[in-house]
């Protein structure tokens, strides 16, 4: 099916208008070519979105956990039932394969029908009271006004758990969603739209992401702030979030180790990494990126992902049989081949890959790297794109020490049948979400949530609606 049109602009208070910004192009990243244009709200709409969400507010948080949880059901029902449409117009700007972008709608579909369901779920405690007769009640509260910023990379599922969630806990939304990917955070919004939601409840805009922030985190009336992307942005909104004590939810930059130990199944590390490696150009925070091999297996590990990297045929979502699309835009290119040319200036080996493809688009060769110095500016540095280093490791006390080495705090991946060396590992990585003989994917209905540099608070699970909720304490006796 053919995407419909690509243009996106503000929805401000259940109307969609053109942003007074000026514009710019949606660019579809394996052509350079623009599929649409993208309006900018200026400073007195950004006003109009924050004045929506706070007197949409008081009514959207008195409705039941119920009614707002079937107004989240059905918006997943209509996102299914427009699952190629949709499909159509994400693949066309970001850059990702059909099945990648299939991929991500349904995981979209399934969150928000999720947090639909947990909508109602959410409930409080009675405790007893300290003197007779007396109990005290741990009431789950709405926030308030929630500003929601996400990211290009993954413009379908970041959007849908955001408002799921914030949704579900009876919060409005001021949504800035990315410029690179407006048509994405458009269709989520039009679902909810259709499925009922009430005016001002979820207000959408686009322009300037430092000028835009700043406003927003300035609002007396925003009480929490969820942001997916860079840790150096992160710093930022955190910064500006605390002049009014806003809660933050922060999702940042991760550099996942990939720890082979002896006994690993070669072949299964492959066919379980690489997918998760290569997938969507490898621009994902929980990507397997540094794989730490023990020298026993080093070389069979080095020649199967070589192997496995080779059988990737690039080119455009729309392309029959492409099986790796380009990255998101020049920026991402001039990034991975520094990157690279770093590490091969400091003795890293180009197994495949580390060029530019010679096509239009934004095309790089998946990319395997051994003998990675440990200097090398691609082991602290997140590549956002399809590279992976490989090193060799002699002890689980230096693939401790690798691992751990990174500023991130992420995903982090362990191959052994080993038990002791299972749990040694789980002890003493600096990782929030670790994989064992398999990935380890970020769900629904579990609470996922970034250490140091990547972030904190949680998404996902009942933890992940209690985030845009206050627990208030009611202590209560007969008379």
Not at 88 to 116: H, M, P, Q, V, Y
């Amino acid at each position: 099916m053919a995407a419909e049109n690509l243009d996106a602009h503000l929805f401000i208070d259940g109307k969609w208008i053109e942003g007074k910004s000026g514009s710019q192009p949606n660019i579809d990243p394996g052509t350079e070519e623009a599929v649409g244009v993208v309006t900018l709200a200026d400073s007195a709409q950004v006003q109009a979105a924050l004045d929506a969400a706070h007197r949409a507010f008081p009514a959207w948080s008195s409705m039941t956990g119920q009614a707002r949880g079937a107004i989240l059901k059905k918006a997943s029902t209509l996102l299914a039932d427009r699952i190629e449409e949709v499909a159509a117009g994400l693949l066309l700007e970001s850059g990702k394969t059909r099945a990648d972008a299939i991929g991500e709608l349904r995981r979209t579909i399934e969150t928000l029908a999720w947090n639909g369901e947990e909508a109602s779920r959410i409930s409080g405690k009675v405790h007893q009271g300290i003197v007779a007769g007396s109990t005290r009640l741990s009431l789950p509260t709405p926030l308030g006004v929630v500003v929601a910023i996400t990211p290009w990379n993954f413009p379908a599922v970041l959007v849908g758990r955001k408002l799921g969630a914030a949704l579900a806990a009876g919060c409005t939304v001021v949504l800035k969603a990315s410029e690179f990917t407006p048509y994405s955070a458009r269709a989520i919004v039009q679902t909810l739209v259709d499925a009922g939601l009430p005016d001002g409840v979820v207000n959408l805009v686009y322009g300037d992401p430092a000028a835009i922030s700043k406003q927003l985190l300035a609002s007396p009336v925003v009480k929490a702030v969820s942001f997916t992307g860079s840790t150096h942005v992160g710093k930022q909104l955190a910064a500006l979030a605390a002049q009014n004590l806003i809660r933050p939810i922060f999702e940042l930059g991760g550099h996942a180790p990939v720890i082979v130990w002896t006994d690993a199944d070669i072949d299964k590390v492959v066919q379980v990494t690489a997918p998760a490696k290569f997938g969507s150009a490898g621009q994902s925070c929980v990507a397997p990126t540094r794989y730490l091999v023990h020298r026993s297996v080093h070389d069979k590990l080095v020649k199967a992902l070589v192997e496995r990297a080779k059988t990737y045929r690039l080119g455009h979502g729309e392309e029959e049989g492409a099986t790796l699309g380009p990255v998101a835009h020049g920026g991402r290119v001039a990034s991975f081949l520094q990157l690279v040319d770093d590490a091969v200036s400091k003795g890293a080996v180009i197994e495949t890959g580390g060029k530019q493809v010679d096509r239009a688009g934004f095309f790089v060769e998946p990319t395997v790297l051994s003998s990675v110095a440990r200097d090398a500016e691609i082991l602290t540095e997140e590549p956002f794109g399809p590279v992976a280093t490989i090193q060799s490791i002699e002890t689980l006390d230096e693939a401790v020490e690798l691992a751990n080495a990174s500023p991130y705090s992420f995903a982090a991946y362990i191959f052994t049948d080993s038990l002791r060396v299972r749990d040694e590992l789980v002890g003493r990585l600096n990782a929030s979400n670790i994989g064992i003989n398999q990935t380890a994917p970020s769900l629904p209905d579990v609470a996922l949530g970034g250490l140091g540099n990547s972030g904190y608070g949680y998404e996902g699970g009942t933890e992940g609606v209690l985030a845009y909720m206050h627990l208030r304490l009611v202590s209560q006796s007969a008379s």
